[in-house]
DNA sequence: GTCTATAAGCCGATAGAC
DNA sequence: GTCTATCGGCTTATAGAC
């Protein structure tokens, strides 16, 4: 948390990821932060202005990248033959479990996601829908195609179950408990096969 | 929220569902509660002795009701010929949508609820684990027997996912908008009859 | 049981020296 | 860019009158 490393910046940034995650927005405090991250409590001021600006530009960074590699990962599971609804689902999962298990902060940002849905935090969900909202929607559209006998209204609310299975089920990640076995990357690769297989499956529902 | 038809006790429980519901339990504070609910401050800590006891309490009161309530629902669905998956989830989530759908505070519990997983809460898992976990085990054998092909391991994860679309769903409740056709009692049959397809497709998945 | 008043402390934010 | 010191305001909790 207090790499000496990484610039002011970078350290709140990351000290803030993980006390959000744990705490809460409200629950913890900018003293917290800067003393988590080994840094002086007036630089969140000067470098961010405000909390809640901290907060935002939080938000910004992984949402970004996330979005960036959904993007990706989509058009690639569109342009490799043959396209499935399980690719799909696979593309869209993919770089979200990637997050979740870097530990380099990822893993603190996948909960602090859940937890700010579930605070129905209406700042963050227009941030979401104007920033990001395209992205969803080709990847609605996508999912439509390979059921396209379901009603919008009946699509509308598998989405919505799939979404909160997905956010749900990441935000506990490691609580289903990986085997001892296991690489972390054969982990999340079960992770990742468990969730196409239940989503695509609840999708085709009769 | 300050009806003087309840108890002062009664009215704080309100009020303190509401506001923790909408802003967190370390964002909504005890001042505002007292007023919201028309009430002296240190009425909480008469009747409550602290802020999270009170807490507590408010947990109680709701998850004894709905538990009680997801009992019967359970032992009457297996009594009934013929049992299926279908009827199981059904037992298991029209008790929440019927607290869900209450407008005397249940409506704020349930978003209040998908809050408190999200948090992560230690304290409130082992609460629930400790007080209701004996329930969930029961839907939990209930439902293996449908599905008996799946091993443990599978089950465990897909319940998972079935908890987690049926939290998060919930505590969207009505941002699916009910339109204005259909009266609250249609819209939550509605709800229940999607998420039981949903769910009862994705624990049948291959 | 309900009230006022207040204790004791943490909060975000900033002014101003270095 | 980083520091100390501090402001004004909010917090939970309690003591004690009624």
Redo the contacts between chains.
Sequence with gaps: MSNPHFSTKERILSAAEDLFAR?????ASLRQVTASANVNLAAVNYHFGSKENLINELFKRRLDELTAERTKSLNKALATKPVSLESILEAFVAPALHLASDRGGGQSFV?LL??A????DQRLRRFVSDNYGHVLKEFAKAIHQFVPELQKE?L???L??????????M??FG??KKPPTLTEEQHRAN?AK??V??????????
């Excluded at 705490?23 to 629950?27: E, L, Y």
């Design positions: 705490s809460g927005f409200a629950g909960r859940a937890r849905f579930a605070e129905q009946d509308y609310w598998r919505d179950f799939v979404s909160g299975a997905l956010t749900y089920a935000s506990d609580m289903i992770a468990q969730f297989r239940f989503a695509a499956a609840g999708l085709r529902a009769p």
